[in-house]
């Protein structure tokens, strides 16, 4: 068999030993650390299989020029930055990685949680600017967990790990996915809420596992967080798109929103000027203790990582041998 090429498109820039040893035989595999779609210009088109990560997109410019594609892998749960569409007319199949970061995703979406209710940040940053006595009361109330309501937008693989960990605290696991067949609510002995309003309107804490469509953008918004109980929470390590960041600086400010942990924003890094950034840098605002910002990072672990890696690979390694796919979105 003629020797292929597998281009890693983003974020990967070190030696790809996992990937060349999965590929090596019969692929050169190469990582164009790209920062930008057009960074992969003259450098991406003869391609046989395609890596690409959360740094860049993958539209139609550039699955246009595409030769000899046989499989785009999104190496990574999210594949919204791959125009998947466009790639299925040009009879290229996208490919993502869904299990990689399960357990990462979900242990992040329960830190965040219980840091927020529990009063964790709210101590340790007020402490640490030596503002307030040395005591419980400015972060009062705080309210026992068990027995609260978790509430979870999209049961997926994440959405299930982060329920079963949420369970394990007491709480009532409650979630709304239009798309989860019936019987998912009985197996894992928690419940199923038909209508969206519903569930924001119980949700003690609110965090998100769905995947960004157009039907999931901003389903966290200014609206949404109106219909929550005054003094709940929410946790989004899903994508950006899927919360409207905007509106949490004025829902913590009215009291509404006793707290905010985001992994994920729209940009990343977001500008400087964006109203949840200014509001959470700003010590005077109460989003400087009340919301907790991640840098898209709730995914990593060594183990996650590589995991991530390998299994693009491993898609990639059947793609180029004419086996069968897994995990095609499209």
């Not at 990967?12 to 035989?25: I, S």
């Not at 190496?75 to 125009?83: A, I, K, L, S, Y």
């Not at 693989?157 to 369970?167: D, H, P, S, V, Y």
């Not at 959470?280 to 709730?298: E, F, M, Q, Y």
Request: hydrophobic share 45%; net charge neutral.
């Amino acid at each position: 068999m003629p020797r292929q090429r597998v281009v890693v498109a983003d974020f990967v820039t070190d030696a790809l030993q996992p990937e060349r040893e999965l590929l090596g035989d019969i692929a050169e595999v190469v990582a164009l650390d790209a920062a930008a779609e057009a960074d992969l210009i003259g450098r991406i088109e003869d391609a046989d299989a395609v890596m690409v990560y959360h740094n860049i997109a993958i539209t139609q410019a550039t699955i246009g020029r595409l030769k000899q594609c046989k499989l785009i892998v999104r190496c990574g749960v999210g594949f919204d930055n791959v125009d998947h569409v466009f790639a299925r007319s040009r009879g290229i199949p996208v490919g993502n990685v869904p299990d990689y970061g399960t357990e990462e995703v979900a242990d992040s979406a329960i830190g965040m949680a219980l840091a927020l209710a529990r009063g964790i940040n709210f101590f340790n940053n007020r402490l640490q600017r030596r503002e307030g006595a040395w005591a419980y009361m400015p972060g009062a109330p705080i309210l026992r967990l068990r027995g609260r309501v978790f509430g979870i937008i999209g049961l997926g693989r994440i959405g299930t790990a982060a329920a079963m960990r949420a369970k394990a605290l007491g709480m009532d696991i409650a979630f709304h996915d239009p798309y989860k067949p019936d019987g998912y609510d009985k197996a894992l002995g928690i419940r199923r809420v038909e209508k969206f309003d519903d569930l924001l309107k119980q949700s003690f804490i609110l965090s998100v596992h769905c995947p960004l469509t157009p039907e999931t953008k901003h389903i966290v918004n200014a609206q949404a967080l109106s219909l929550m109980a005054k003094g709940s929470f929410l946790v989004n390590t899903a994508r950006g798109g899927t919360v409207d960041a905007t509106a949490i600086p004025e829902a913590i400010r009215s009291g509404k929103l006793a707290g905010a942990a985001i992994d994920v924003l729209p940009a990343e890094p977001p500008p400087d000027d964006h109203p949840l950034l200014a509001a959470w840098r700003d010590p005077k605002d109460p989003c400087h203790d009340r919301v907790i910002l991640n840098p898209h990072s709730a995914f990593y672990s060594e183990e996650g990582l590589l995991d991530m890696r390998v299994k693009g690979a491993q898609a990639c390694r059947r793609a180029l041998l004419g086996e069968p796919l897994r995990n095609v979105v499209n």
